[in-house]
């Protein structure tokens, strides 16, 4: 099992350019989750999803869309990042109480 | 206030000495509560649930007090490799989402 995995690792994007940021999970888990963690604010979640076609809000959803069209896949869309978007975006997936996450994509917009 | 508050440290301790990590949670209908550990520039990972009675897990121990909203993490006998950060996690009353704490961050010492 390869468990959670993220597309791209690294990504350098400029202010107004769009860009899709892909987990996939191998584990058949219902609930996936995105999060951005930056330097002294933890994790926070921007949407998650609780089963393949559906979505929902989390904490800072703003300027993020999420599709979840595969059981497997939860996409997360940035339609025209801002520098404040800058941060390192985590997926994961849970099974129970347990969240599994992926290794997490760093994304710098200048 | 945040809800779940963590002093960010760093602690630094020597191999060998016993360290304790302290956690606060303003959401009184929280339900469940763990401790995840993360290495340096690296995805978290569940460490331990933390039980109503208090739970150990070899050389880690985690108790809850819901009546002062905080939760600990002991560790004794440090090693070199506990060295990263430790976020405390609270499940709100919303059960889909999880609350991430700012982290503590332990540097182990030889």
């Known amino acids: 099992n390869a468990g959670v995995t993220q597309t791209p690792k690294f990504r350098v994007l400029k202010t107004g350019q769009s860009m899709t940021l892909l987990c996939a999970q191998d584990m058949n888990h219902e609930y996936m989750y995105w999060y951005r963690q930056d330097p002294g604010m933890g994790l926070r979640l921007i949407h998650y999803?609780?089963?393949?076609?559906?979505?929902a809000k989390g904490e800072v959803p703003d300027g993020y869309n999420v599709s979840r069209l595969k059981k497997q896949n939860f996409l997360l869309g940035l339609e025209s990042a801002a520098p404040s978007q800058t941060s390192v975006y985590f997926c994961?997936?849970?099974?129970?109480?347990?969240?599994?996450f992926g290794p997490g994509t760093r994304l710098l917009v200048l | 206030r945040k809800e779940v508050e963590q002093d960010p440290g760093p602690f630094n301790v020597p191999e060998g000495a016993t360290v304790a990590f302290n956690c606060t949670y303003s959401n009184s209908a929280s339900q469940s509560f763990f401790w995840y550990r993360q290495d340096c520039r690296k995805e978290p990972k569940l460490l331990m649930s933390?039980?109503?009675s208090g739970n150990e897990d070899g050389r880690f121990t985690a108790q809850l007090n819901r009546a002062s909203q905080y939760i600990s993490l002991l560790i004794r006998d440090s090693k070199l490799s506990d060295s990263a950060t430790y976020l405390c996690?609270?499940?709100?009353?919303?059960?889909?989402?999880?609350?991430f704490g700012g982290g503590t961050r332990l540097m182990v010492k030889p």
């Open positions: 999803s609780v089963g393949e076609g559906t979505t």
């Open positions: 994961a997936s849970r099974l129970w109480e347990t969240q599994y």
């Open positions: 996690v609270v499940n709100g009353n919303a059960g889909n989402m999880l609350t």
């Open positions: 933390v039980y109503s």
